[in-house]
């Protein structure tokens, strides 16, 4: 079992929306990855997280918004026509999960922050078990989408979207290096 975990683990990797076939996912899919991210650990069991997935209109919607505020706040020279219209269809083919905190006052708030992210992490190796491609986006466009678009209480934040979709067939593999663990594990004994 704990073979089968680290293969998971490690074989997680960040999937752009490129990576994503026309395929698109099934509700019972999704399901299953919420599922998983509800058990994730919490202090109190306070449980701060809502996921709120964007349907319909919110595909095209998001890559629109996404192409104008890039456009803003990037030279024309460093995002192209080409891009502009590219970005414009950047959620066509993925699912988008909106990752929601509601902090619970009795807690230091990076504890619930933490908490969310245990259960996003939960998305996302449970992606990885499904074949399924995504990733964390926490990009500014995407946050502001969301805070437009959505009716979030004064006390919830989100922090950010997960997109995910079927993956294409033969891609190739990425290979983001880690550091050895001789760098990053020590241990102090008294
Ligand atoms: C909290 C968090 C926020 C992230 N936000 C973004 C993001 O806004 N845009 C992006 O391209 N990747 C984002 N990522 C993905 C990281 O860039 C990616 O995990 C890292 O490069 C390692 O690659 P891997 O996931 O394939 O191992 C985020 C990851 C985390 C944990």
């Known amino acids: 079992m704990i073979e089968e975990l680290s293969k998971i683990i490690k074989e997680r990797r960040t999937h752009y ?10 509700k019972k899919n999704i399901e299953t990855i919420i599922e998983n991210a509800l058990w994730a650990p919490t ?51 993925a699912s988008m999960i909106s990752i929601i ?46 805070e437009n678009n959505l009716k979030l209480d004064d006390n919830e934040k989100c922090l950010g979207v997960f997109f995910l979709g079927n993956l294409k067939n033969n891609l190739s593999e990425v290979n983001r290096k880690r550091k050895p663990i001789s760098k990053k594990l020590s241990w102090n004994k008294k």
């Open 17 to 26: 929306t490129n990576d994503f076939s026309d395929v698109p996912l099934s």
């Open 43 to 93: 202090h109190k069991l306070t449980q701060p997280w809502k996921f709120i997935v964007l349907e319909g209109f919110h595909k095209q919607e998001m890559g629109i918004f996404m192409a104008n505020y890039y456009r803003k706040v990037f030279s024309i020279e460093d995002f192209s026509d080409e891009r502009f219209e590219e970005t414009k269809d950047y959620a066509k083919n």
């Open 101 to 146: 905190c509601k902090p619970n006052p009795r807690l230091p708030e990076w504890e619930e922050i933490a908490a969310v992210s245990c259960a996003v992490q939960n998305i996302w190796l449970s992606c990885t078990a499904m074949n399924i491609g995504g990733y964390w986006d926490t990009g500014i466009a995407t946050i502001k989408y969301v």
